[in-house]
């Protein structure tokens, strides 16, 4: 059983930046792909980055592009996104997610196998 545990969110003013992180117990994330989703109130969740942990194949949303980046750290076992200049769009509840969804197929949240609880990110104006 594999178990994922966010860490990271909080409050910030726009302009800011958060770091999250994604840490997996049970296993490490070898031949896995490991995705931030997220989720505002009244909206459905989106995907906001993936990374494929072998081989290093990342993507990241249009919305966050430029600003947001993934990132995996081997030696801790965890996948971080790093959120600079925040909107408060960009307020949410983040998830983190694993999965060995096909490319072509990383926005379907079916694919992913384990998630995290979630962490909140909240963007001040």
């Known amino acids: 059983q594999v178990q994922l545990v966010e860490s990271g969110g909080g409050l910030v003013q726009t302009g800011g930046s958060l770091r999250l992180s994604c840490a997996a117990s049970?296993?490490?994330?070898?031949?896995?792909?490991v995705a931030w989703f997220r989720q505002a109130p009244d909206n459905e969740r989106e995907l906001v980055a993936v990374?494929?942990?072998?081989?290093?194949?990342?993507y990241v949303a249009d919305s966050v592009k430029g600003r947001f980046t993934i990132a995996k750290d081997t030696a801790k076992n965890t996948v971080n996104l790093e959120m600079n200049k925040l909107k408060p769009e960009d307020t949410a509840v983040y998830y983190c997610a694993a999965g060995r969804p096909i490319w072509s197929s990383i926005a379907q949240q079916f694919q992913y196998y384990y998630w995290g609880q979630g962490t909140q990110v909240t963007v001040s104006s």
């Open positions: 990374l494929r942990w072998s081989g290093g194949n990342t």
């Open positions: 049970g296993r490490t994330f070898g031949g896995y792909s």
